[in-house]
Nanobody, 128 residues
Framework: QVQLVESGGGLVQAGGSLRLSCAAS????????MGWFRQAPGKEREFVAAISWSGTNTVYADSVKGRFTISRDNVNDTVFLQMNSLKPEDTAVYHC?????????????????????WGQGTQVTVSS
């Protein structure tokens, strides 16, 4: 099991930017695919972006493609989500998630049901 702590959320005007971080601790010697998900009040959890252990493979939800960038620093056990051109509809609690991938450096997952470990989340609010 790995512990995840998100940071970097806040209040920003539409068109602004935020950079979320997700720091991992615990079984960090294990290879993990990572993902970002978000959940707005009254809505279901939504996939945002995912990245493979190697960092070479990434995937994005259509709603954020071209605006958000996921990256990772395996030396420091941190995953990032750079969010640009933010819109009010991006307002949500953002969670990072991890899934061990012992046999693949390039796999990623887009379904939240496939992730084992979750952070508590960080609030992102975009004002119009």
């Amino acid at each position: 099991q790995v512990q995840l702590v998100e940071s970097g959320g806040g209040l920003v005007q539409a068109g602004g930017s935020l950079r979320l971080s997700c720091a991992a601790s615990g079984r960090t010697f294990t290879k993990y695919a990572m993902g970002w998900f978000r959940q707005a009040p009254g809505k279901e959890r939504e996939f945002v972006a995912a990245i493979s252990w190697s960092g070479t493979n990434t995937v994005y939800a259509d709603s954020v493609k071209g605006r958000f960038t996921i990256s990772r620093d395996n030396v420091n056990d941190t995953v990032f989500l750079q969010m640009n051109s933010l819109k009010p509809e991006d307002t949500a609690v953002y969670h990072c998630a991890a899934r061990a991938t012992a046999y693949s450096d390039t796999i990623y997952y887009t379904s939240w049901t496939l992730y084992n470990d979750w952070g508590q989340g960080t609030q992102v609010t975009v004002s119009s």
